[in-house]
């Protein structure tokens, strides 16, 4: 909203609002501390798919994406049909 200070604590208020809207979620390339994982984990716990698509392993953006894979909160994603292919309803296929 226009004129509305920013505070960390709606920051994790809108990651829950965005994960229980979305049908899935996808981190690409994300650090360890970044908000996407935040949404990630939080998609999680309401059993929505999460995907990641991390680069290389000794890339500190790719940090977050190798923890959520590692931990088994997301999978790894490796072609869009992959992800359509989970989220797509079966009569829609």
Do not use: W
């Amino acid at each position: 909203m226009p004129n509305i200070e920013s505070k960390p604590y709606r920051f994790l208020i809108r990651n829950r609002l965005i994960a229980a809207l979305s049908r899935s979620t996808v981190v690409v390339e994300a650090k360890f501390t970044s908000g996407s994982i935040r949404t990630a984990r939080e998609a999680a716990e309401i059993f929505r798919p999460v995907f990641a698509i991390p680069g290389p392993v000794t890339s500190a953006l790719s940090e977050g994406c190798h923890r959520l894979i590692a931990e088994r909160v997301a999978d790894i994603a490796t072609s869009l049909d992959e992800i359509l292919e989970v989220i797509s309803p079966l009569q829609m296929r």
